[in-house]
C-alpha cells in the first residue's frame, strides 16, 4: 500500500492527529514563553508555574472543539473566489460567533480548574476582554479558513477526483455510467465502473473504493446507485453500496445485520434495512 493510499484509508485519524499535535506544540511553547519572560524580568512570579499552561491549553481546547463546526459551516455554506461578498459575510460573521464560543469554553475551562486548585480566575471587564479575545480570534478563523481551502485544494489534485464520462456530447448527466474519469495532478485516465469495488457516502461526495486507490465524486449516493446498479452494484447501508461481483463470502452477525468480506479482504456491514434488496439482486 502507497502512502497516499495508507493516508486516504486512515485520513481522518491522520487529520485530527496532526491538528492536535499542532496546538498542543503551540500551546506548549507560549506557556513556556510566559514563564521564561517573567523570570528573566522580575525575580518572582505573579503567577503560579501551572497557570500559564492552564491559559493556553485552555484555549487551545476550545478553538479544538470548534474546528470541526468550522469545516461543517464550509460544507454548509461554500466560499470561493467567485463569491467574495458571501465570503467575507462568512468570515465577519462566522469569526463573531466563534469568538463567542472560543471565550465561553475557555472561560468555562479555566474557571472550573481555580476553583479544583481553590483560586479564583477573574475575566475582567467583559467587554473590553471580549473585543481583546475577537482580535486575535479574528486571525485565528482567517488562518483556519486559509488552511481548510488549501488543505482541500492541495489534497484534492493528489487523490483526484472522479466525473461521469457519457457516449453521449451533450448528456451531461447519463442515466448510467460505464466509466469515469479522473483528474489528478494535471493528467487524466479512465476508470472503468466495473472496476469499482465499492462506495462510501462522505458528506457531499462519494469516495469509489477501486484496486486500492480512493476517488471522490460530488454526488449523493443514492444518485450515483441509479446510474450504475444494472452493473451490479447494491446498496448495504445508508452510506455504502457494494459491488456484487467482488463479494467473496456473507456472514450473519447475530443482530440481523450480516458481514460482508471481499475478494480483497475488506470487510463491509449489511444492514438489515436492505437486507431484501441485497438477497434480491444476489
Not at 500551546?27 to 524580568?41: F, Q, V
Amino acid at each position: 500500500m502507497s502512502k497516499l493510499n495508507h493516508f486516504q484509508q486512515y485520513k481522518t485519524a491522520y487529520e485530527i492527529g496532526t491538528i492536535c499535535l499542532l496546538f498542543f506544540i503551540n500551546s506548549l511553547l507560549l506557556a513556556t514563553s510566559t514563564i521564561m519572560e517573567a523570570t528573566r524580568d522580575s525575580k518572582t512570579m505573579s503567577f503560579q508555574i501551572w497557570e500559564p499552561f492552564l491559559w493556553e491549553f485552555s484555549s487551545a481546547i476550545s478553538a479544538l472543539s470548534l474546528f470541526p463546526l468550522i469545516i461543517v459551516a464550509f460544507k454548509r455554506w461554500p466560499i470561493g473566489w467567485g463569491k467574495l461578498l458571501h465570503t467575507a459575510k462568512f468570515i465577519v460573521l462566522g469569526s463573531i460567533v466563534f469568538s463567542l464560543l472560543h471565550v465561553a469554553i475557555m472561560v468555562a475551562i479555566r474557571e472550573s480548574v481555580y476553583w479544583l486548585m481553590g483560586a479564583n480566575y477573574d475575566f475582567g471587564d467583559v467587554w473590553f476582554e471580549l473585543l481583546y479575545e475577537y482580535r486575535k480570534d479574528l486571525w485565528s478563523f482567517i488562518g483556519f479558513v486559509i488552511f481548510i481551502q488549501g488543505y482541500d485544494f492541495i489534497f484534492s489534485r493528489l487523490q483526484g477526483e472522479a466525473t461521469a464520462v457519457s457516449d453521449n456530447e451533450d448528456d451531461v448527466e447519463p442515466k448510467t455510467l460505464e466509466r469515469l474519469l479522473v483528474k489528478k495532478l494535471g493528467k487524466e485516465f479512465i476508470v472503468n465502473v466495473k472496476d469499482i469495488e465499492w462506495l462510501e457516502s462522505s458528506g457531499n461526495y462519494v469516495n469509489l473504493h477501486s484496486k486500492g486507490r480512493i476517488y471522490p465524486m460530488r454526488a449523493t449516493l443514492t444518485k450515483l446507485i441509479l446510474q450504475i446498479s444494472e452493473q451490479g452494484f447494491c446498496r448495504i447501508h445508508r452510506s455504502a453500496a457494494v459491488n456484487m461481483s467482488c463479494i467473496d463470502s456473507i456472514t450473519p452477525t447475530g443482530n440481523g445485520d450480516s458481514e460482508i468480506a471481499l475478494v480483497s479482504g475488506k470487510k463491509l456491514n449489511l444492514s438489515r434495512r436492505y437486507k431484501e434488496h441485497f438477497k434480491f439482486k444476489l
